[in-house]
């Protein structure tokens, strides 16, 4: 019997950025310098396939370092930590390595940087979300007001309007983030801009790929965890550029009816799924279809980032 044929179009970039790429490294070397177990505070990364991989290697995750011995070294996931987490860690004297990403920390730093000038510091982000509770956690309650939509900036009460700073997550939509934007630049016509975007390179590349590709195909599935907020947001990219599009964590998630009668479907990956889990997808779909595959490349990356000294000291 004839499969039928399919237009497979494959974004990149896609997937691993060098923040994640840095994060699993780090677990990876700590259980080779230290032995297992290593505990790690939460979810290295979210992604279920990358957490059950080192699970089985003998990383032990946690939710919270009181569930940590004070005799085992810790590692603290890529989303960054409140400053609490790691002066707990010396006051207990742990070993930690912190894996926060680079771009994650810089935002920290802009932070304590508008704490120090006196400004107001407005956050545009996800609340609950571990990046935003590092990043928040980072000066005390209060300092930080958090906002989600455009109506959210219309609420803001400030104790000095003239004198206002924002920051925002690292994962966010571009777009929706552009009007959060010039929403507060309207409210607060002197508020102070990141010295550099916040958004990192990874997220707005990823999502730069999807738009790409969207307008070659009628269908995305997006390949990420659903407690992902860049991987979420690459749905929605999609979605606004007229496709249906849907995330799975894997192939076995895809929902073979959704796309009957699609003839070109789009794939990407969120920035913390691994590039197996792209070819597990192709390689469904070559068992039903007849494949043409087809690359969307909008831009090279070729960041790197360094691993913390302490992993690398005899």
Known sequence: MNK????????????????????IQIVEMALEKFGAPVYVRHEI???????????????????ELDEVPDDMPVVF????VPKSVPAEAERRKMLYVDATCPLVSKVHREAERHDRTGHDIIMIGHAGHPE????MGQLPAGRINLVETVEDVASLELNDPDNVAYITQTTLSVDDT????????????????????????????RQGAVKAMSEKVDAVLIIGAPNSSNSKRLVEVASRQGCKSMLIQRAAD???????GVGNVGISAGASAPEVLVEEVIDAFRNRYDVNLDQVMTVEENVVFKVPAILLRD
């Open 4 to 23: 039928a044929a399919i237009n497979l179009y494959i974004a990149n970039p896609r997937g691993f950025c060098a923040g994640v790429d840095r994060a």
């Open 254 to 260: 895809i929902d073979w009816s959704w796309l009957e």
């Open 178 to 205: 552009t009007d959060i934007i010039a929403a507060l630049k309207e409210r607060f016509p002197s508020i102070q801009d990141p010295k550099k975007e916040d958004i990192c390179y990874a997220t707005t590349n």
């Open 132 to 135: 935003v509770i590092g990043t």
């Open 77 to 80: 996931s890529a989303h960054g």
């Open 45 to 63: 990364v979210h992604n279920k396939y990358v957490v059950e991989g080192l699970k089985k290697r003998g990383a032990i995750f946690v939710d």
